[in-house]
Every structure is written in structure tokens, then in C-alpha cells.
């Protein structure tokens, strides 16, 4: 399939152990944050989202972190599976209903 | 089943001819997105619209043309005024701000 970033972070985890992405996001504004998780050749599919009134939210396997006093947003997998090999790509909502996305990072899943 | 479709997967272009990409959502989302992903880099936004017969320029508009006569439809027009159109173009949809955009899988744009 087609690479969707030739030169991204990587970040490169044995199966089984926990992962955590970070993203920094730009605008003290933002209420609205997005994680995508996007294979090669595909769109961004939905992982989890959190509003600025919250600072963790949890899902199937994953986690999200919000600290909105540093302006960062993590995203947390617990026992990382083959199968979450892929860019994770943070986005915020600062204004209408335009989403700016960070630039991502590539996850690398080791057997 | 609901999603985005976006058609064809890819698409090949000659100098100075405009091509069309098409997007089309069976979710009734009425806000609609196109983005343009290059190499290394995250998804930058090329036009959006928030209702039918409306719609507004993002990030890097300029080459590019859409139409929205439908709620269901949103194609994105790679005009001759692109200098550098080969990339990834992906078309999403959501209910509106605060919701989550809905993406479809791509359209490769390459220059012959």
C-alpha cells in the first residue's frame, strides 16, 4: 500500500506492552480533540474523542489524556496488538467546524 | 452499509486538464470536508461545506473548485491552475462542530 508519511515519528513498541502517542496541539482555544488512526492506503478512521471539559476519556483498549495547561493530548493503547500498526494523527477544533491535524506519528508493533 | 465513497481510487492527470474527484455519503451528515495529504505531512483543509448550495474555503483553496447541489454529494474539481496536484485527496463528513468527521478511503492523484 502507499505510504501516507515518508518521515514521521515512529515509535516502535513489542506486542503485548502499552503505547502511549503524543501530540501537542497550538491553540488554548481549542474544546474539541479527535484521535484518528490511519492505515496505509486508507482514510483516518475514528478512535476517540474528548471535549475540554474533560481530561481522560476511555475506550475499548484506549485512552485519551487531555492537559489543557501545557496544551497536550495523549493517546494510550494497552496491550498493543499487530494489528494497531498505523499513523495516529491528533486533530482540535478551534473554530467553526474546521479540525487542524497534527502532523502524525507511526506506530510500529514488534511479534 | 453507511459511510463516505470516494471514486475513482485512482486518478491520473494530464497538463492543463481539470479532473474531477467524487465523494458521496450515505450518512446525512450536513457538513462536508475535502483534504489534501501529502508525504510527512498530517491532512491539510483544501474546501468545506456546512449545508447544501453553500461552502467555504480552507487552508489551501487555490487550484481547486467544489460544488454542493445535493446533501449527499460533494465533488472536488483539481483544475489546470494546480501546479502540484499529485497527492492524496480524502473527503469526510460529520454532523457538524463537535462531532467527529467520517472519512472515506482516497483518491490518488498522479500526474501523467
Known amino acids: 500500500g502507499e505510504s501516507v508519511g515518508l518521515h514521521l515519528p515512529t515509535l516502535s513498541v513489542q506486542e503485548g506492552d502499552n503505547s502511549i502517542i503524543n501530540c501537542a496541539y497550538s491553540n488554548s482555544a481549542s474544546d474539541y480533540f479527535i484521535w484518528y488512526k490511519q492505515e496505509s492506503g486508507k482514510g483516518p478512521q475514528f478512535i476517540i474523542d474528548i471535549r475540554s471539559n474533560m481530561d481522560k476519556r476511555q475506550g475499548q483498549r484506549v485512552t485519551v489524556l487531555l492537559n489543557k495547561t501545557v496544551k497536550h493530548l495523549s493517546l494510550q493503547i494497552a496491550a498493543t496488538q499487530p494489528g494497531d500498526s498505523a499513523v495516529y494523527f491528533c486533530?482540535?477544533?478551534?473554530?467553526?467546524?474546521?479540525?487542524?491535524f497534527g502532523g502524525g506519528t507511526r506506530l510500529m508493533v514488534k511479534p | 452499509d453507511g459511510g463516505i465513497t470516494q471514486s475513482p481510487k485512482y486518478l491520473f492527470r494530464k497538463e492543463g486538464q481539470n479532473v474531477t474527484l467524487s465523494c458521496e455519503q450515505n450518512l446525512n451528515h450536513d457538513a462536508m470536508y475535502w483534504y489534501r495529504q501529502d508525504p510527512g505531512q498530517g491532512l491539510r483543509l483544501i474546501y468545506y461545506s456546512q449545508i447544501v448550495n453553500d461552502f467555504q474555503k480552507g487552508d489551501i483553496a487555490e487550484g481547486y473548485s467544489v460544488s454542493r447541489e445535493k446533501k449527499e454529494s460533494f465533488p472536488l474539481t483539481v483544475t489546470s491552475a494546480q501546479k502540484n496536484p499529485t497527492a492524496f485527496y480524502l473527503c469526510a463528513s460529520s454532523w457538524g462542530r463537535d462531532q467527529p468527521q467520517h472519512f472515506g478511503d482516497g483518491t490518488r492523484l498522479s500526474i501523467l
Open positions: 486533530a482540535e477544533n478551534n473554530a467553526g467546524n474546521m479540525l487542524t
